[in-house]
Every structure is written in C-alpha cells, then in structure tokens.
C-alpha cells in the first residue's frame, strides 16, 4: 500500500522570499517520488522526479526535492519565488512495481508581489 | 508528435446521459490510466491498463468503464451520468513494461465534464 500527505493545502510567499512545500509519503515498497505543477487551466508538467539516485534532486525553474527516507519526506523548495511560480503542486508517489501513482491532494501556491 | 491527445475538452450531460471521453497516444506507450481531478483531492486514478489488453480498477471505479482499444487508445465511458461526476478527467500514459527508469507521466489536457 503506498499513500502521499501534502502538509499545506495552502501556501502564500511574497516574490523574491523561499518556497517550501511539504510532502510525506507511505510505501511498501523502496518508492519513486515525484513533484507536478499544475498551472491555471493547463494540464500536469513534470517538476522533478526522484527514483533512487541521488537524494537530492533539482528540477525545473530552480526548484529541487530532497529525499529523505528516515522522515518519509520528499519536501520541495525554491530559494526565491516569482510570478509565475503561483500554481497548484502535486507530490505523487509510485511504490509498488507496475506503476501505481498515488497523488496528494494538492497545494496551492500563492506568490504576492 | 501529439503526446496524449484527449477529445472532447468541454461537456455538458444531463443526469443519466452516457459518453465516451476519448484518449490516444502516440508515443508507443504499455500503460495509460485515466484520472479525476476535483479541489481538494488532488488526482484519483478511476481505471488503468497496464498494457494493451489489461484494465483494472483504480481508487474510483463506480460508474465508470474503460476499453483499451489497441495499445494508442484508451476510453473512459459513463453509462448514466451522475452530478458526483463533474469533474475534470486526465487521460495520461507511460512507458510501463516494467522500464522503472523511464517514470515520467505524460498527461492529456484535460477533459471538463459537467453533470446538470
């Protein structure tokens, strides 16, 4: 059984300030671990992807997800925020071996200028 | 190269009309799945098929049915349309066949059914 936990449902940064989103995880089995970025009336793009390799691993548009397997964590961060970083995020985790991806419910990033 | 191509994008149906929301791939893709996204809840997966021939049931199969129709297409399809079904509906596909390196989801844009 695998399962993901977003922390925050919302999560409000002023431009120019870090971006952190939280995401715990459950799996059975060693896990694959995945940020999406849903922006307004568009579809699902690929942030970043862990899948074994280095814990630390850096995506698009600046931001990187740690993996840490003592917490169950795979939180995502962005030094500075812009713009155009106001989207809803996705944590997503496939842990068995067919390829199940069981998604958060989702955070919803809001960036003040 | 079209990606994941998902047909219609909008819908309007009356409580207990049926459809069929389309979906089709061209990157010679083993496993397909189809999504619900409603606030709050993130993606619920309804039904995949791992490789051609193959459906199973996801989180959220009730009212739903699926056909793998060749290994570019998979259909969803509501028999009698509910209310609880407005929703927007995520056709995506990947590699599968076991290629774990190769994770990465490509998903459709989205279908946006409403259920009056």
């Known amino acids: 059984a695998q399962s993901v936990t977003q922390l925050d449902s919302h999560v409000s940064v002023s431009e120019g300030t870090p971006v952190l989103l939280r995401c715990n995880y459950s799996s059975s089995y060693s896990p694959s671990l995945f940020w999406y970025v849903q922006h307004p009336n568009k579809g699902l793009q690929l942030l970043l992807k862990y899948t074994s390799a280095a814990t630390l691993v850096k995506g698009i548009n600046g931001f990187e997800a740690e993996f840490k397997k003592s917490e169950t964590s795979f939180h995502l961060t962005k030094p500075s925020a812009h713009m155009s970083d106001a989207a809803e995020y996705f944590c997503?985790?496939?842990?068995?071996?067919?390829?199940?991806?069981?998604f958060g419910a989702g955070t919803q990033v809001v960036v003040t200028p | 190269n079209a990606g994941v191509t998902q047909t219609p994008k909008f819908q309007v149906l009356k409580t207990g009309q049926s459809m069929t929301l389309q979906c089709a791939q061209d990157m010679n893709h083993n496993s397909m799945y189809w999504y619900r996204q409603d606030p709050g809840m993130g993606l619920r997966l309804i039904y995949y098929?791992?490789?051609?021939?193959?459906?199973d049931k996801g989180e959220v199969p009730n009212g739903y049915n699926v056909s793998r129709l060749n290994k570019r297409e998979f259909s969803l399809r509501l028999e009698s349309a509910a209310p609880s079904q407005t929703s927007v509906y995520f056709c995506?596909?990947?590699?599968?066949?076991?290629?774990?390196?190769?994770?990465?989801?490509?998903f459709g844009s989205g279908t946006q059914l409403s259920v009056l």
């Open positions: 098929s791992a490789s051609e021939g193959t459906t």
């Open positions: 995506a596909s990947i590699l599968g066949g076991g290629a774990r390196d190769d994770e990465k989801l490509f």
């Open positions: 997503v985790v496939r842990g068995d071996s067919w390829g199940k991806f069981q």
